[in-house]
């Protein structure tokens, strides 16, 4: 006897002509394509010799429609032989998606994926219309209340199917108006100021802030609700939200209706629970006191100032809640802590990982959280600073897992990533203020990955022949004392510098000495043998140098002793975004040189954060030299330059300050005076300034500087772009006394140098400024104006830079 048993109708029970039950002799599969016969018998609980009946043929066939795999399945009886006939689902061959930019492709074909529908999977009908419904609401999320979605399946061979995703996203709704109900103390727009969402205003097009977002407001809400909180209004409450939205679906208005409540003040501050430090300790630590408004802000800080000083002793997981009782009469607040140290953690081991040429022991010496030691929170993010501060690595992030099995073991997992950190091979460029740039260098701060400075050079540019060698090890010894040589020769040419008309040829060598006087400074000491030939034009020379030439020669040996201390605060090595740093530097050549003289520089920077990328940063630089001995001021080539980057921008490079002064005595052919360089006629002998500056023994530079992300560029880690506005010039502390020459003795005035500071000479200059470090070395565009800038000076629209000089 034949009969059939329909298993969806049995699983609702519905009856059927009753049949008898049976032993099941054989189980025979029709219907299979794709699914193995084994996935089916590893679901289908009947074996043969099992005797069935109706109810339980009705659970089988349930559990095979449980695998998924299946569009209908029929339960069959040939004599004693059960006969499972089975339709499988289709499988999806190809999934394809159209018009979708707000959402990108791979991210919804991963949510796709995880709601059961990608290559390769059983396709289900209503898994598709439930994804048509979620995409919809992820746009409506959005504010894109007439994004569309459409589905196209079509069926292939083998029972198999297509699938493409029409989206049409639509466009986001912005909002026309926001509207704040309930308030009373205070001003409409300062609650507004507290909302990322705004009504489209003049920057909508390029904040987008005006485009409507569930999760936006969400946040906005939760920062009204913060600034309420951290005034005392304890009680505040959103009451409710309305969002509606205009007929065309292009408007959106929002309308916030709150509870203010009232003001709260601080009746009393308690700490409870496991105390390990001394109450005195953690009472300081509390800024919260007895009488104050509350405010959730300062207790959020003062649970996290406790849980980091308890970090700090080992106890890596303390935990600290504030837990507020509020007595609604008097309108107070009893503030109670409770701390839960936990138990103190140790390091079992530091790992470093993303440093694939800098070695692991350049980055270990810079732990000073040890293996073993108990984890303090403080040592950790030390270590990280240092690391940053490197400057080999765009970014460094820690973690602190738990040891998998101990409740009181942690690793430190530090992350780095790497950049270029100099210039290798091949050094070809251009600068405004030093030309054309050729040469073969190697410059690495990080030099095969050992953390050592090397730098060899030979470079031409249309001021300066130069070759340098030097070699640094910032670890000479495991205390941290650096070492460091160098050699060295250039030619220079300081007409093509914007300077006066000489020349000089030096060669020397030099070793330098650091020790570390704390984490953050460190003194630095360095001795110095060199030799310059100096040899003026024959022509039109500042008297500055001939005078010097006349009185000190033209060959100079110079044993030079130097000095400097620093001290540092700065998160990174590489463009810094907070922290401090001053560093001040004396170096003198040693008594019973050819040249006597000094100078001293003092350098300070400083960065204040703003919010995200915004930076602000102010940075001085002043500088002072003499000679003493036998030489009565500082040798004119070791003056102070400015203009220029890194100087007075705006300005061209060494361009500012005092010039020299030249003596017009040429002498007319007819004997009747004298005549200027020009050949023109001139009563009398007199001195003109020389078109190139001097440089000066006195410095003093300041500058500010805006730091701003650049627009549509994710990652800015490589990349510093900047407004600025600085000010400085060189000065002269005692100008050359001019006379005639013609006997006389009479005096004149200099035609460019006033003795000492002078505040009416300082020039500014403002513009913005981008620097991007490339593997071949910083490129930086300046785009600048001088501000102040007189007749006789030479400015500069715009510079770059592309390689290094040496």
């Known amino acids: ?279 005195e300790l953690l009472r300081k630590l509390v800024i919260m006191e007895e009488d104050q408004t509350f405010s959730r802000q300062k207790v959020t800080f003062t649970q996290d ?185 250039s030619q220079t040419d300081f007409s093509e510098l914007s300077l006066s008309d000489y020349n000089t040829d030096t060669y020397g060598a030099r070793t330098t000495f650091g020790f570390p006087i704390s984490g953050r400074e460190r003194l630095s000491f360095s001795i110095e043998a060199s030799r310059t030939l100096m040899e003026a034009q024959e022509s039109g020379i500042a008297e500055e140098i001939l005078s010097f030439v006349e009185d000190e020669g033209e060959d100079f040996v110079e044993v030079t002793l130097g000095s400097s201390w620093s001290w540092t605060t700065l998160n990174r090595g590489l463009f810094p975004t907070a922290g401090a740093k001053q560093s001040l530097a004396l170096e003198a050549t040693v008594p019973g040189s050819e040249l006597e003289y000094y100078r001293v520089t003092y350098n300070a920077q400083k960065y204040f954060p703003i919010s995200g990328e915004w930076t602000f940063r102010i940075r001085t630089e002043l500088g002072y030299g003499d000679g003493y001995g036998d030489t009565e001021e500082l040798p004119f080539f070791r003056n102070f330059r400015a203009g220029g980057v890194g100087s007075v921008r705006g300005y061209t490079s060494n361009s500012l300050g005092p010039r020299g002064a030249i003596k017009r005595d040429i002498p007319l052919p007819d004997g009747t005076g004298f005549a200027d360089s020009n050949g023109d006629n001139i009563p009398d002998v007199g001195y003109y300034a020389d078109n190139n500056s001097l440089g000066g023994n006195l410095l003093t530079e300041a500058s500010m500087e805006l730091v701003f992300p650049l627009p549509f560029v994710e990652d800015q880690r490589s990349m510093r772009s900047v407004l600025f506005l600085d000010a400085g010039n060189v000065f002269d502390t005692e100008c050359l006394t001019l006379t005639e020459g013609n006997g006389a003795g009479d005096v004149n005035a200099h035609p460019s140098c006033s003795e000492g500071f002078d505040a009416n000479e300082i020039r500014f200059g403002t513009g913005v400024s981008l620097t991007w470090v490339t593997a071949i070395g910083p490129l930086t565009f300046t785009f600048a104006r001088s501000l102040n800038s007189k007749d006789d000076d030479e400015t500069e629209g715009f510079e770059f830079s592309l390689g290094q000089v040496f």
């Not at 394809?96 to 991963?110: F, R, V």
């Not at 909180?229 to 304890?234: A, M, P, T």
């Not at 810079?366 to 400057?391: C, D, N, P, Y």
């Open 1 to 279: 006897m034949k009969f059939t048993l329909i298993s969806m109708l049995l699983a609702l029970g519905a009856t059927f002509a009753q049949a008898d039950s049976f032993t099941v002799k054989d189980i025979r599969v029709d219907g299979l394509q794709r699914v193995s016969a084994g996935t089916v018998f590893s679901a289908f609980p009947i074996n043969i010799g099992d005797k069935v009946d109706n109810a339980k043929l009705a659970s089988a066939s349930r559990g095979l429609f449980a695998t998924g795999y299946f569009n209908d399945i029929e339960l069959l009886r040939d004599g004693d032989i059960l006969v499972v006939r089975l339709v499988e689902l289709p499988t999806i061959t190809a999934l394809e998606i159209e018009g979708n930019s707000a959402i990108e492709t791979e991210q919804l074909k991963t949510g796709l994926k995880q709601a059961g529908l990608a290559e390769g999977y059983v396709f289900k009908r209503s898994t598709l219309e439930r994804l048509e419904l979620e995409l919809e609401r992820q746009y409506v999320s959005q504010g894109r209340y007439d994004a569309q979605i459409d589905t196209e399946v079509k069926k292939l061979p083998r029972n198999r199917v297509s699938l493409k995703i029409n989206v049409d996203e639509g466009s986001v709704a912005s909002i026309s108006h926001i509207n704040i109900v309930g308030f009373e103390n205070f001003e409409k727009q300062e609650l507004l100021n507290q909302f990322e969402l705004k009504p489209t205003n003049l920057w909508s097009w390029y904040s987008s802030d005006d485009k409507y977002s569930r999760e936006k407001l969400g946040g906005d809400l939760e920062r009204l609700r913060s600034f309420y909180l951290d005034r005392g209004f304890i009680r505040f409450n959103v009451e409710s939200t309305q969002v509606s939205l205009s007929p065309n679906k292009e408007d959106v208005f929002i309308s916030v209706n709150v509870h203010e409540g009232d003001v709260y003040t601080v009746s009393k501050v308690n700490l409870a629970g496991e105390l390990i430090l001394e109450e």
């Open 305 to 489: 100032l406790i849980a980091k000083r308890l970090g700090n002793e080992g106890f890596t997981f303390a935990s600290v809640n504030g837990v507020p009782k509020i007595n609604d009469e008097d309108k107070t607040v009893e503030l109670t802590f409770f701390v839960e140290p936990g138990k103190r953690t140790y390091v079992r081991r530091i790992n470093f990982t993303g440093n694939e040429s800098t070695m692991d022991e350049v980055l270990r010496r810079e732990m000073v959280q040890m293996e073993g030691g108990w984890a303090s929170t403080e040592l950790i993010e030390q270590s990280k600073s240092r690391l940053e501060q490197l400057g080999f690595f765009k970014g460094v992030n820690v973690e602190t897992p738990k040891v998998p099995g101990s409740d009181d073991l942690i690793d430190v997992n530090y992350s780095v990533e790497e950049q270029p950190s100099g210039s290798l091979n091949l050094s070809i460029g251009y600068s405004s203020a030093d030309g054309m740039i050729l040469g073969t260098s190697v410059s690495q701060n990080n030099f095969m990955g050992t953390g050592k400075k090397m730098s060899t050079s030979l470079n031409k540019t249309d001021a300066v022949t130069s070759l340098n060698l030097s070699y640094t090890d910032p670890y000479y010894t495991v205390d941290g004392i650096s070492r460091g040589y160098g050699l060295f020769y």
